[in-house]
């Protein structure tokens, strides 16, 4: 069973950085991926960044966020720079079975429904 574990959000003023970790357990297969959202209030889920296992692929949505990953650690980040109040939101990271297609169009277009483990979230609050 794939368990996520995401933390690192906080308070930031607008500029600030955070940097987010997921924390993945008890993934098996290869070609996975794995992909942080966010939801803010009365909003609906957006996916910002994803990043595939076999290559390394990635794909920000945002030019201010970057996605990397540690496999030693098996922890996935998320980079965030120059921080906006409009980027608050509980930010998520997910898992996806089975991704073959790591091109950057694929990476950038997976749905919600591509994801079937979810963390728990973790706050971030972009405020002065």
């Known amino acids: 069973q794939v368990q996520l574990v995401e933390s690192g959000g906080g308070l930031v003023q607008p500029g600030g950085s955070l940097r987010l970790s997921c924390a993945a357990s008890?993934?098996?297969?290869?070609?996975?991926?794995i992909g942080w959202f966010r939801q803010a209030p009365g909003k609906e889920y957006e996916m910002v960044s994803s990043?595939?296992?076999?290559?390394g692929s990635t794909c920000n949505m945002e030019d201010r966020f970057t996605i990397s990953r540690d496999n030693a650690k098996n922890t996935v980040y998320l980079q965030m720079t120059s921080l906006k109040p409009e980027d608050t939101a509980l930010y998520y990271c997910?898992?996806?079975?089975?991704?073959?297609?790591?091109?950057?169009?694929?990476?950038?277009?997976?749905?919600?429904?591509?994801?079937?483990?979810w963390g728990q979230g973790t706050q971030v609050t972009v405020s002065s």
């Open positions: 990043i595939s296992s076999s290559d």
């Open positions: 008890g993934i098996t297969a290869d070609y996975y991926a």
């Open positions: 997910a898992h996806a079975r089975d991704v073959f297609d790591t091109t950057w169009q694929a990476m950038c277009h997976m749905s919600l429904n591509d994801f079937h483990s």
